[in-house]
């Protein structure tokens, strides 16, 4: 099922631990829709802006599997609202820098160490009267706003 022009269900619930674990990482109807949001609102600006495909590494986690991941129960990917992405090719920074000028809830650039292809960029998208536009960077000293 395409979620947007450049997305599709199963890329957004890929999950290697599920299909090592055997646990079912599909959505319920009303995740799907938030899925479809956060591609319309925040991937494909992406993506057309870069004009490259963007890797899911991150989205849809059910309950089981984020609990299997060691993530905390509040994470916006059980609420179908987040992605961690990257671009092949585009420095995650780079990335970073330009989708903060998005509508966007949360914006992380997680365990970036200055080497273009480190690390990955979490996205999250709420609603236009929800989102915070809260930028983040996470590494191994912790966290901070930017």
């Known amino acids: ?3 947007s022009p450049h997305f599709s269900l199963t890329e957004m619930t890929k999950s290697q631990t599920a299909l090592r674990l055997g646990l079912d990482n599909n959505p319920d109807p009303d995740k799907v829709a938030l899925l479809r ?3 319309e609102q925040v991937l494909e600006p992406v993506r057309m802006h870069f004009d490259l495909p963007v890797i899911i ?3 849809y986690r059910a309950e089981a599997v984020n609990k299997a991941i060691g993530s905390t129960p509040t994470s916006q990917h059980c ?3 987040a992605a961690d992405i ?3 090719g585009v420095d995650n920074l ?3 820098r330009w989708a903060s000028g998005l509508d966007y809830d949360q914006l992380i650039l997680e365990y970036y160490t200055g080497e273009p292809q480190s690390g990955w960029v979490h996205v999250s998208y ?3 009267d929800e989102n915070r536009g809260e930028r983040l ?3 191994k000293g912790g966290v901070r706003r930017d």
């Open 94 to 96: 780079e990335l970073y």
């Open 79 to 81: 609420k179908a609202q």
């Open 1 to 3: 099922m395409k979620l």
């Open 86 to 88: 990257e671009i092949p």
């Open 126 to 128: 709420v609603s236009p």
């Open 37 to 39: 949001t956060l591609c």
């Open 57 to 59: 590494n991150s989205g």
């Open 137 to 139: 960077r996470i590494d």
